[in-house]
Nanobody
Framework: QVQLVESGGGLVQAGGSLRLSCAAS????????MSWYRQAPGKQRELVAA??????????NYADSVKGRFTISRSNPKNTVYLQMNSLKPEDTAVYYC?????????WGQGTQVTVSS
């Protein structure tokens, strides 16, 4: 059973930064497609950033709304995926979820709240 544990959320002023972490059980981060999603109140969950498995090149992609501000990265020794969020805006306020996709099975973390005050 894969377990994902997110951390790093909190309250920050507009223009500030946060780094989210997602620690996965087992040494599978490098062989999995990893993503960060977010869900704001009353809205659907949306993809924020993704990083492909190393075996397929490890490419990254971002939602247009966060390009140039957010960076997704992976530490294989720590079995952890990160989301560095800079120049945060009030509209970035949401619960952020980590997702791992391996052999067609999707796993989710419990979510971490990010609140950006204006």
């Amino acid at each position: 059973q894969v377990q994902l544990v997110e951390s790093g959320g909190g309250l920050v002023q507009a223009g500030g930064s946060l780094r989210l972490s997602c620690a996965a059980s087992g040494g599978i981060v490098s062989v999995s497609d990893m993503s960060w999603y977010r869900q704001a109140p009353g809205k659907q969950r949306e993809l924020v950033a993704a990083i492909a498995a190393i075996s397929v090149g490890g490419s990254t992609n971002y939602a247009d709304s966060v390009k140039g501000r957010f960076t997704i990265s992976r530490s294989n020794p720590k079995n952890t995926v990160y989301l560095q969020m800079n120049s945060l805006k009030p509209e970035d306020t949401a619960v952020y979820y980590c997702n791992l996709l391996l052999y067609g099975i999707s796993y989710w973390g419990q979510g971490t709240q990010v609140t950006v005050s204006s």
